[in-house]
């Protein structure tokens, strides 16, 4: 599991549509700038990426809409982490707002993305804790939150996708019970498709 320098204490629980603007900078810090910078192309910047997922969050549909997370929220009442996750059978659905964006806001044509999850799973699409709060269990407790969530939708598993270029990541999702299915792509970049079963 993840270790813990010095555990802290967090609330996890579903996302506020409020809270939009701080889910999307830790969807992008999940993507990685450098996936963020392809995904604006070469006439566009991080800080557009920023509104356009944003306004993604607020929405009531949307892979990212605030009803497909879960946050980790510390004292303060800042959210310290994320879990974005969906039924991967709704995929073609969900992504259809991001996609129309992208085209209007972005100048970027999407519509060909290969699909990154399936019927059955519980798609975890954007995982990420605040880098100054890493190395202190919420990641764990939002693993943990995301798999009763897929037990509690009737999903048999929880599936994700891991850059085959962070192997701390991995490592992090292997000893929460992720395993390997296959090798896949997103963006062009070379990634893995790990899945954990849900127990019944």
């Given at each position: 599991?993840?270790?813990c320098?010095?555990?802290?204490?967090?609330?996890?629980?579903?996302?506020?549509?409020?809270?939009?603007p701080?889910?999307a900078h830790?969807?992008?810090?999940?993507?990685s700038?450098a996936s963020?910078?392809i995904?604006?192309g070469?006439?566009?910047?991080?800080?557009?990426?920023h509104a356009?997922l944003?306004?993604?969050?607020r929405a009531e549909?949307?892979q990212?809409?605030?009803?497909?997370?879960?946050v980790?929220?510390?004292?303060d009442?800042?959210?310290a982490?994320?879990?974005?996750?969906?039924d991967g059978?709704?995929?073609?659905?969900?992504?259809?707002?991001?996609?129309?964006?992208a085209?209007?806001?972005?100048?970027?044509?999407?519509?060909?993305?290969?699909?990154?999850t399936?019927?059955?799973?519980?798609?975890l699409?954007s995982?990420?804790?605040?880098?100054?709060?890493r190395?202190?269990?919420i990641?764990?407790?939002?693993?943990w939150?995301?798999?009763?969530?897929?037990?509690?939708?009737?999903?048999?598993?929880?599936?994700?996708?891991?850059?085959?270029?962070?192997?701390?990541?991995?490592?992090?999702?292997l000893?929460?019970?992720?395993?390997?299915e296959?090798?896949?792509?997103?963006?062009?970049h070379?990634?893995?498709?790990?899945a954990?079963p849900?127990p019944?």
């Amino acid at each position: 599991m993840e270790r813990c320098d010095t555990a802290i204490s967090v609330e996890i629980r579903p996302a506020r549509r409020e809270e939009a603007p701080a889910i999307a900078h830790l969807i992008m810090e999940a993507m990685s700038e450098a996936s963020c910078h392809i995904i604006c192309g070469p006439h566009r910047t991080l800080d557009e990426l920023h509104a356009l997922l944003t306004e993604l969050v607020r929405a009531e549909v949307s892979q990212y809409s605030y009803r497909n997370t879960l946050v980790a929220v510390v004292a303060d009442g800042s959210v310290a982490g994320i879990a974005v996750s969906y039924d991967g059978g709704q995929l073609h659905r969900l992504r259809r707002p991001f996609i129309e964006a992208a085209r209007t806001r972005l100048g970027q044509d999407y519509s060909a993305m290969a699909d990154e999850t399936q019927p059955g799973e519980l798609y975890l699409d954007s995982f990420a804790v605040r880098a100054d709060l890493r190395r202190r269990g919420i990641g764990v407790e939002l693993l943990w939150a995301v798999k009763r969530r897929a037990a509690s939708l009737g999903l048999s598993k929880v599936g994700l996708l891991v850059d085959k270029g962070n192997p701390l990541a991995e490592r992090i999702y292997l000893s929460a019970g992720f395993r390997w299915e296959n090798d896949t792509e997103w963006f062009s970049h070379p990634m893995r498709h790990l899945a954990c079963p849900v127990p019944a």
